[in-house]
Every structure is written in structure tokens, then in C-alpha cells.
């Protein structure tokens, strides 16, 4: 599977868009993104994930650039709750193993 | 709703003894995952399992052991606990999408 780079932290104002960027240059043709977060305490959340179309879903929404090297999450009105660790994976079609990076941290600041 | 459950939120147990970590799904999930979770180095990887009786390595496998007898069950096994191993311990399932996680176990080894 692919390695993703992301920022380690970031901060956002309440009620603003977050944006959070994944690099992931050596991406294949069958590598879908994944996009998961962890909210303190707790066991990772699945948020999105996506091949190469845009997706958008109740909680977020996922750009991908036309050569699939670099997403963007983007949570469109950031509450004090999605304060988390925003992990970006990079998953094979069909692969079963799931390996996380260091993630960036959001902070929601109000 | 999908459920993944870790038998115990709080474990103790001392140096040398054998300790096992139990996870069960309840969604005929295909793939399940053991990890630990430590400050500063994220999540990583110790076995997976893609089916009854398969399982692979991950990223940090060495002092563990993996069990998977029925579908639904995935258990960790440390032979002889040692304070190294004091930890967050997650599980997961999924099929080929999202992943579902345990709510961890915080064992810790005196």
C-alpha cells in the first residue's frame, strides 16, 4: 500500500470549514483513500473514502486531484466535537491489511 | 448497527504471565485486526486475520500470538506479559471497506 504524509496538527476556528491535506504521491490504480479519525479515547471512526470521483457523506467530504497524489478532507462546519486525530490511509482494492500513519491532529478551537 | 467488543475496558496483569485479549464481531466481517496504541507512535499493526485459522503478521508481532477459531472471534495472546507490552489495544473488523473498532483495552503490565 501506498505511504501517505500529512501535517502533524492543525487548528480551526468553530463553524469554519476544516481542510485537512494527504499526500500520497506513489498512490496505484487500484488504491482507493481512506479517511478515519480518533477522538480521544476511543477506537478510530470510519469518515470517507473514495477512488477517484469527489465523495461527500453526512459527515464529510473527500476531494481527490485528477493525478489521485493528493486528497483533501474537508469538514464543511467544524464543531468543538471533531477535535481528533484525522488519519489519511492509502488501501488496495481488496487488500485485508489496514495500516495507520502518525495522522494529523485538529483542533477545533472555539 | 455494527458492533465490535473487547471483553475488558481495564486490564492488569504482572510480568510473566499469559494474558488474552478477546474481540468478537458481530457482522460475519471478514478481516480483523489487532493493534496497539502508544503515545507518540500512533497506531500500529500486530496480526491480522482474513478468514478461520488465517492469520498474518503486521508491523510489531514479536511477543504476541493471534487465535481466530470461529469467524466472529479474534483473540491476542501475550505468552508472558512483560511491561513493554502495557498498552491500548484496539480491535477491528471490516469486509473491504470501512473498518469497525473496539473500544480498546488499556492492559497494563506490573
Known amino acids: 500500500d501506498a505511504k501517505t504524509t500529512q501535517p502533524p496538527s492543525m487548528d480551526c476556528a468553530e463553524g469554519r470549514a476544516a481542510n485537512l491535506p494527504c499526500n500520497h504521491s506513489?498512490?496505484?490504480?487500484?488504491?482507493?483513500v481512506y479517511w478515519y479519525r480518533q477522538i480521544h479515547s476511543q477506537g478510530p471512526q470510519y469518515i470517507i473514502h473514495?477512488?477517484?470521483n469527489n465523495e461527500t457523506n453526512e459527515m464529510a467530504s473527500l476531494i481527490i486531484t485528477e493525478d489521485r497524489k493528493s486528497s483533501t478532507l474537508i469538514l464543511p462546519h467544524a464543531t468543538l466535537r471533531d477535535t481528533a486525530v484525522y488519519y489519511c490511509?492509502?488501501?488496495?482494492?481488496?487488500?485485508?491489511?489496514?495500516?495507520f500513519g502518525q495522522g494529523t491532529r485538529l483542533t477545533i478551537n472555539p | 448497527d455494527v458492533k465490535v467488543t473487547q471483553s475488558s475496558r481495564y486490564l492488569v496483569k504482572r510480568t510473566g504471565e499469559k494474558v488474552f485479549l478477546e474481540c468478537v464481531q458481530d457482522?460475519?466481517?471478514?478481516?480483523m485486526f489487532w493493534y496497539r496504541q502508544d503515545p507518540g507512535l500512533g497506531l500500529r499493526l500486530i496480526y491480522f486475520?482474513?478468514?478461520?485459522?488465517?492469520?498474518e503478521k503486521g508491523d510489531i508481532p514479536e511477543g504476541y500470538s493471534v487465535s481466530r477459531e470461529k469467524k466472529e472471534r479474534f483473540s491476542l495472546i501475550l505468552e508472558s506479559a512483560s511491561t513493554n507490552q502495557t498498552s491500548m489495544y484496539l480491535c477491528?473488523?471490516?469486509?473491504?471497506?470501512?473498518?469497525?473498532f473496539g473500544q480498546g483495552t488499556r492492559l497494563t503490565v506490573v
Open positions: 486475520s482474513y478468514d478461520v485459522k488465517m492469520k
Open positions: 473514495g477512488l477517484k
Open positions: 477491528a473488523s471490516s469486509l473491504w471497506d470501512e473498518a469497525f
Open positions: 490511509i492509502v488501501r488496495g482494492q481488496g487488500a485485508q491489511k489496514l495500516v
Open positions: 506513489t498512490i496505484s490504480g487500484n488504491e482507493y
Open positions: 457482522m460475519d466481517h471478514e478481516n
